[in-house]
């Protein structure tokens, strides 16, 4: 059994602090960065360091995962929302810090290639969710669409895409440029919001990617 298994997150990181083998503590989810807490939100403690018994079961009200520093530093692609807007309760040599920071935005080099792969992703969904007769194979479509375009949109300012149930709160916190009316234009009509896109992707660099689809572009806005 875990010997962190009946601790609150109190006590949890007072031994952390004075054990040496914690390199590092912070929390994700919800408690990580103050969004859609209540009352019964657990806490999703992460721990850096060799210093496994620390992990618990999934579910208690105090969740722990270890992983070794090396793990840390090599932090797995699909969680890295939880590093944004992130600060660690315990850093002993700074490394945390410096990881979470680095990990919870995109490089130059992430954006510049992240971008408009992500925009051809979302007209080539788009394209075929279009095309589509109603049913599952156009909604699966235009789910995937609106995926990519949100990839997209987050990397033109290097940022990592958020969480599906943080969007809103991200984009009440932390808006994207230009988008104020984001979340009404995902739900709206698909040629509108295609031309938002186009206008807002050509003015920062991508127009190729636009002009690659012709000559269905003009189709995407819905001019024919």
Not at 135 to 147: V, W
């Amino acid at each position: 059994m875990s010997s962190a298994r009946n601790l609150t997150y109190e006590e949890l990181v007072e031994r952390a602090r004075a054990d040496d083998r914690v390199v590092g503590l912070f929390l994700g989810g919800s408690r990580g960065k103050n969004a859609n807490v209540r009352p019964d939100s657990d806490y999703d403690v992460r721990i850096v360091g060799d210093a496994a018994e620390y992990d618990t079961d999934r579910g208690l009200r105090v969740e722990v995962s270890v992983m070794p520093l090396e793990r840390f530093r090599d932090y797995p692609e699909w969680d890295r929302y939880t590093l944004t807007h992130t600060d660690p309760m315990i850093d002993r040599t700074g490394e945390i810090q410096r990881v979470i920071e680095e990990k919870g935005r995109l490089s130059e080099d992430e954006r510049t290639s992240i971008a408009p792969f992500a925009l051809d992703a979302y007209m080539n969904s788009l394209y075929r969710a279009l095309k589509r007769p109603a049913g599952i194979g156009r909604r699966l479509h235009q789910a995937e669409s609106i995926g990519n375009l949100l990839t997209c949109l987050f990397a033109l300012e290097g940022r990592v895409r958020p969480f599906h149930d943080y969007l809103e709160w991200e984009l009440g916190n932390y808006p994207l440029e230009g988008w104020n009316d984001l979340h009404g234009l995902l739900e709206g009509d698909a040629h509108v919001l295609f031309r938002r896109v186009e206008v807002h992707v050509r003015e920062r660099g991508l127009g190729a990617v636009v002009a690659s689809w012709e000559p269905d572009a003009p189709f995407l806005r819905g001019e024919r």
